[in-house]
């Protein structure tokens, strides 16, 4: 596995790399969610590039970007036992070049949800995987289904700025008590790790509702929140039945629903979502 640090560093070592190519953008603080996107790219790439970035351009306080957990040496080990091929992990000024003046802003599908609770933090995750999609020129890029809206506003962008490169959506891996795998849930103490399972329980029983007969989203909303309001260190952001395409909240549900929630544990923001139907 080769490490590079600069763009040039990279356009040498992908200049004869066998194609296609498969990219894998991270944050670091790998964990089996991260292995679970390698080895889908690692089964349909000959060649697997993860970037390890923390982009601070996707963080609205300046706090939550520092305490972001960090440990290369632990995610170079892991991305070459996962099979990656070449890891980009740049600094911030190779990523952003001096006097840097663009940002790759979408549209409505970033608005609600995350977008509303974060201010500006699409238009920083755009911005940067429009980069990486440049610089790395892959066939396919790897996200995780836990951030639905992160995937949806990198597909509209990629097709309305008619990128090569596919995105390819992947399933959410879960602990055994579902909560779903985050870098975020590092900073968990035992007892808050323990606790976070409310927000899959919280999603499940909002999905039993539905499978039910439910249909007033209103309703299903409400569902979710009681079984959040069960555990009292949880501090609800939102909670979400909207329409799995535009991420308008539903009056009625008569088809598919993305169920959705972000949830502060121990000052952790968490998110999750279960799609119905
Ligand atoms: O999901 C993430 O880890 C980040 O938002 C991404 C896509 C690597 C962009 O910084």
Same mark, same amino acid.
């Given at each position: 596995m080769q490490v590079v640090r600069t763009r040039a560093g990279l356009r040498a070592v992908l200049a004869g790399a066998p194609r296609?190519?498969?990219?894998?953008?991270?944050?670091g603080w790998l964990h089996a969610g991260h292995v679970s996107l390698v080895e889908r790219a690692r089964a349909e790439s000959a060649t697997v590039v993860m970037s390890i970035f923390v982009n601070p351009r996707q963080f609205g306080e300046a706090r939550d970007f520092e305490q972001y957990?960090?440990?290369?040496?632990r995610d170079l080990a892991m991305a070459e036992a996962a099979g990656v091929d070449v890891v980009f992990a740049p600094n911030v000024d190779e990523v952003y070049l001096p006097g840097f003046d663009t940002v790759v802003s979408v549209g409505a599908i970033s608005l609600p949800l995350e977008g509303a609770a974060r201010p500006g933090h699409f238009d920083g995750v755009a911005t940067v995987v429009a980069i990486l999609f440049a610089l790395v020129g892959a066939e396919r890029?790897?996200?995780?289904?836990?951030?639905y809206q992160q995937v949806a506003v990198i597909r509209r962008m990629a097709l309305d700025l008619a990128l090569p490169t596919r995105v390819v959506p992947c399933e959410t891996v879960r602990e055994p008590d579902g909560l779903a795998l985050s870098s975020r849930n590092a900073r968990l103490s035992a007892e808050g790790r323990a606790r976070a399972a409310v927000l899959h329980r919280a999603l499940r029983?909002?999905?039993?509702?539905l499978s039910g007969g439910e249909r007033s989203a209103d309703t =299903?909303?409400? +569902?979710?929140?009681?079984? *959040?309001? /069960?555990?009292?260190?949880?501090?609800?952001?939102? =909670?979400?039945? +909207?329409?799995?395409?535009? *991420?308008? /909240?539903?009056?009625?549900?008569?088809?598919?629903?993305?169920?959705?929630?972000?949830?502060?544990?121990?000052?952790?923001?968490?998110?999750?979502?279960?799609?119905?139907?």
């Open positions: 296609p190519i498969g990219l894998v953008p991270t944050m957990p960090r440990n290369e040496a890029a790897y996200f995780g289904l836990k951030d029983v909002g999905a039993e509702r =299903v909303r409400s +569902a979710m929140r009681q079984v *959040l309001g /069960e555990e009292p260190s949880a501090t609800v952001d939102y =909670v979400s039945a +909207a329409n799995p395409d535009t *991420l308008a /909240e539903l009056t009625e549900i008569d088809g598919r629903a993305l169920l959705s929630l972000a949830v502060q544990i121990e000052g952790v923001r968490l998110i999750d979502n279960e799609l119905v139907g």
